[in-house]
């Protein structure tokens, strides 16, 4: 599975970086987590892959998608475009998910359905991903140990955390993912997790790059005894960038009401 995480993120970032032990990874996690958290304007793009085994079956579904965040004077406005993907009848469907957040009034819209209605800030955002759920609280510990390479002030590093070091803190975000992209409905509907792996890439400037995480999850599904493998990547786009936002559609198309695919 480390593997995996090294592959992912040599795709995503930088390729034959040199080893220069400078500070550890502690260090710089703990700068650049606070850094990009910090950001009033944030652009993620997130790629998820959900592979369930239950018995004798095995099931994939990827979910790509786009958020954008603003945080000024105390408001938040939010767009995020995904392409989600389900079964329909042992067909894999697809879907462009858009939910766009502004005032107070969440927009949603899929394909020919476009929805509006009023929603606190707190309700919204037990639906929807934010930085600080998937920029994750790390052990120190675990972090001061790690091999750090760097090149030209852009460095990586990799961690594993066993499960018995999973802190409260960290459960709870793993719990917030698991319940945004788990596609395995655990009979007692709680989460119990193996090992973490993380990798992760800065920007030459004190920010996160990119990150990847794997976990598994495990429990039944009726009575059936079953794994959940979450793979999750994410790039934070440009940095300190500033952009602007509007609703995917003019605000007189969107009927009253909502929905929910998942």
Known sequence: M????SLLLASLMIL?????KKESADI???RIRENTLALEYIKLSLSVDSTVKTGDSTLTIPTDSDVKIIRQNGELSYLSTSIVRFMVEDKMARVTLQHY???GILYQSAGDVKMKHEISEEKFWEGNVSAETIILKLPSDLL???EVETKKKVSTFEVIIPSEKISSDLKAQLDRIAKLYSEAKYDDGKYSYGDLEVAVTTTSDGFIAACAMLFTTSGSVSGVATTENILLSYEVVNPGSYFGMQPPFPAGQYEDGEFSIK
């Open 2 to 5: 480390k593997r995996i995480i």
């Open 144 to 146: 001061a140990n790690a």
């Open 101 to 103: 957040y502004d005032g």
């Open 16 to 20: 034959g970086l040199v080893s220069c």
């Open 28 to 30: 710089i996690y703990e």
